[in-house]
């Protein structure tokens, strides 16, 4: 059995993807709508949806998210929905055009980061971002170390 979903404000978070600031230098963020199905929705509120290899690429009809994951549910089972498949996601033209245009010339990626219902709304926060080298990687953990070393210190004072 999947996590509750942690609330806060008029947030609902479903599930994040953790790895991806780890792997990931994220230039910008957007907010987008997501295109669901009855069950789909039903399942995301129980918590059940994975964001692990996930990513979003701008087609003829619009930006899709390809391989995230939405579990079964189970009382809609007659009538359910393939865990994976590709889900139009909701964005304005504007910032499609832009962020396409990213993709195609600069060698970008559109990761999601996190599902979410917003007001009720099923939402999902992308973030444009380069791949990282094994160095910046690197850099990173030494970052994060550096870091717990120093709250270490501050507390045993």
Not at 59 to 68: D, I, Q, S
Not at 73 to 98: C, D, M, Q, T, W
Request: charged share 30%.
């Amino acid at each position: 059995m999947a996590k509750p979903p942690v609330t806060t404000d008029q947030i609902q978070i479903v599930c994040e993807h953790r790895r991806a600031k780890f792997d990931f230098t994220f230039d910008e963020t957007l907010e987008a709508g997501l295109v669901l199905t009855g069950s789909e929705v039903k399942a995301m509120r129980n918590g059940e949806a994975s964001l692990n290899d996930a990513y979003a690429m701008p087609e003829k009809t619009g930006l899709v998210l390809h391989n995230a994951h939405i579990g079964q549910y189970k009382p809609a089972s007659n009538f359910g929905h393939l865990p994976i498949r590709p889900r139009p996601l909701l964005v304005n033209k504007n910032e499609l055009e832009k962020w396409s245009a990213k993709v195609r010339e600069r060698g970008y990626s559109i990761i999601p980061m996190s599902l979410y219902f917003k007001n009720g709304w099923a939402k999902v926060k992308l973030g444009l971002g380069k791949g990282k080298k094994d160095i910046d990687r690197r850099d990173t953990i030494k970052e994060r170390e550096s870091k717990r070393e120093m709250d270490r210190a501050i507390r045993r004072r």
